[in-house]
Structure formats: structure tokens, C-alpha cells
T-cell receptor, first 111, second 114 residues
Framework: EDQVTQSPEALRLQEGESSSLNCSYT??????LFWYRQDPGKGPEFLFT???AGEEKEKERLKATLTKKESFLHITAPKPEDSATYLC????????????FGKGTTLSVSS | GAVVSQHPSWVICKSGTSVKIECRSL??????MFWYRQFPKQSLMLMAT?????????EQGVEKDKFLINHASLTLSTLTVTSAHPEDSSFYIC??????????FGEGSWLTVV
């Protein structure tokens, strides 16, 4: 069964305290892995798409990496405005298949 | 960047009535759109995949006669909740696949059935 698991479920950081969020996946054929940020009561905001092992992408304080089994979202020197739920999702090789989501990691950054 | 717009952002309707939610891709053509439902503090649950010009593909357990999906053009998909009941109250989110492969989400629509 195709599965996406995110850890930890919740993460509390002090401002400036860098950390990483994990997304592990067991799927039959990965077409792409997506990271989203979701604020309460809003739709997910697209962050990154990764397609192959070894690929890395960066945006401001965020950096996403991908291996054959997992992806990491590294947050460097986070700020309170980075507080949100971060969702990882995969798309499989079959054409038209939707995203399979993990349950998310809720990040809280305090000043 | 690419934008997906949902309308309305929130709606209150009476039990037994129907309500329509629109999902538009504003700056790209989307042959495939997806509809999700999200319960508080839970992840998104895929309801159906909508392909332009053809019938939607519903996930197991989702009533196709209750949640009518229409994808009449490359930039518009609609979800109609028919004969709504209080248990249909939820946060409904659409997404659209852009030509390059990225998938963008709308802002979501809060439905409250009273």
C-alpha cells in the first residue's frame, strides 16, 4: 500500500533554532514529491516539488532534499512567521493520480 | 506564480439545499483538478479527480450522487453538494495540475450546513 509518513507530528522551536522535518514514503512508483505549507483555515501553499533522489531546492529559510526513501525539509534560523503545518505529498507514476498526503508536521516557532 | 481561486470562501446553507463551489485556475489550463475535504486538524482527504470533458473519478466511500463534480472547461471545475446535511459541513479544497507538473491549491471553501 502506498504510504506517506511525516515526523514529528508537532515541533516546537525557538526563533533561530534550526531543525528538520521528515517525510518518508513507500510507494510503487514515485513521480514527484511535494512540500506545502498550510496555515489554519487556508488551502495549502505550494513550496517545492522534487522529482529525483539527490535533488535539492531552496526558498528563503527552507531547503528540501530527496532520497529514494524520504525527504527532509530543513528550516534554518526559523522565525515565528514560519509557524504552520507543513504537508508532504507524493504523486505516483500513473497519469492523473492525485497527491497522497502525509498527516503533516505542525511547527510552532516562538520568539 | 500560478493561482487557483475558489469561490465562495465560506458559505452557510440550510439542510436539504444544494450548494456549488467553484475552482478556477487563473493563469494556466488545468486538464486535471482534484477535490479534497479536510476535517479539523487532519490532513486532506481526496474526494475525486476531475478531468476536463469527462466524468470525475471518485474515491471509495465518496457518494457521486451527493458530490457532483463538473469540469466543463480547462480552467473551471465545480463541486455541488446536493441535499446538504450538517455532517457535510467541512473545509473543501480544490487543486489543479499545471502543465509543468506542479499542483496548486485553492484557498479552500468553508461549508456550514445548518
Amino acid at each position: 500500500e502506498d504510504q506517506v509518513t511525516q515526523s514529528p507530528e508537532a515541533l516546537r522551536l525557538q526563533e533561530g533554532e534550526s531543525s528538520s522535518l521528515n517525510c518518508s514514503y513507500t510507494v510503487s512508483g514515485l513521480r514527484g514529491l511535494f512540500w506545502y505549507r498550510q496555515d489554519p483555515g487556508k488551502g495549502p501553499e505550494f513550496l517545492f516539488t522534487l522529482y529525483s533522489a539527490g535533488e535539492e531546492k531552496e526558498k528563503e529559510r527552507l531547503k528540501a532534499t530527496l532520497t529514494k526513501k524520504e525527504s527532509f525539509l530543513h528550516i534554518t534560523a526559523p522565525k515565528p512567521e514560519d509557524s504552520a503545518t507543513y504537508l508532504c505529498a507524493v504523486v505516483l507514476n500513473q497519469a492523473g493520480t492525485a497527491l497522497i498526503f502525509g498527516k503533516g508536521t505542525t511547527l510552532s516557532v516562538s520568539s | 506564480g500560478a493561482v487557483v481561486s475558489q469561490h465562495p470562501s465560506w458559505v452557510i446553507c440550510k439542510s436539504g439545499t444544494s450548494v456549488k463551489i467553484e475552482c478556477r485556475s487563473l493563469d494556466f489550463q488545468a486538464t486535471t483538478m482534484f477535490w479534497y475535504r479536510q476535517f479539523p486538524k487532519q490532513s486532506l482527504m481526496l474526494m475525486a479527480t476531475s478531468n476536463e470533458g469527462s466524468k470525475a473519478t471518485y474515491e471509495q466511500g465518496v457518494e457521486k450522487d451527493k458530490f457532483l463534480i463538473n469540469h466543463a472547461s480547462l480552467t473551471l471545475s465545480t463541486l455541488t453538494v446536493t441535499s446538504a446535511h450538517p455532517e457535510d459541513s467541512s473545509f473543501y479544497i480544490c487543486s489543479a495540475r499545471a502543465p509543468g507538473g506542479a499542483i496548486y491549491f485553492g484557498e479552500g471553501s468553508w461549508l456550514t450546513v445548518v
